[in-house]
């Protein structure tokens, strides 16, 4: 399928999950075969040569899974707080209206591995730089992530890019 087509597959809520905010719904993607395996395969192509993917809490683990067991690859799944029954490490970060805060098992990672990130959606960048930050606090070589969906005029690609992603999307939507 063609990144068009693919694009055609994502449905678009108004004004969720606030006035002025066009929600980009990925369930209508999942719930297609041939898109889902379509979008899988591309985002398998843009991290190949990782050690390892990464995905973030909840929709990452989606993409992310489904890209490591493609690639036959480790999935490191970045955890919300409280979630993991193990010595964990932590990072703290800012969103749009509040702090949130992403944590893994440091000892799922062998120093140096490269790993990429995988998700869904790229908006302002702030989930993402976390879990950067985190890999990397926990001794990961992180240097690629790839989305589905990318809302350039939030900054994400150029904030990532500052801190050494190359990043790849698959779909671009203007506004947010």
Not at 71 to 93: N, T
Not at 94 to 105: A, I, Q, S, T, V
Not at 111 to 138: K, M, Y
Request: net charge negative; with cysteine.
């Amino acid at each position: 399928m063609t990144p068009e087509e693919l694009k055609a597959l994502i449905r678009t809520i108004p004004d969720f999950p606030k006035t002025g905010i066009q929600f980009r719904d990925i369930t209508t993607l999942l719930g297609h075969g041939p898109g889902f395996a379509a979008t899988v395969e591309w985002l398998a192509g843009e991290v190949e040569g990782a050690e390892a993917v990464a995905g973030m809490e909840a929709r990452g683990f989606i993409f992310g899974a489904a890209v490591a067991a493609r690639l036959g690859l480790p999935f490191l799944p970045i955890r919300k707080p409280g979630k993991l029954p193990c010595k964990v490490i932590g990072v703290d970060y800012e969103l749009e209206y509040g702090l949130d805060r992403l944590e893994m098992d440091p000892g799922s990672i062998a120093s140096g591995q490269r790993v990429a990130i995988v998700d869904d959606l790229l908006a302002t960048g702030g989930t993402a730089l976390a879990a950067t930050e985190l890999l990397r606090l926990a001794g990961a070589s992180v240097d690629r992530a790839a989305f589905v969906i990318d809302l350039p005029e939030l900054g994400g690609n150029e904030r990532l890019a500052r801190e050494g992603l190359a990043v790849r999307t698959l779909m671009q939507f203007a506004g947010h």
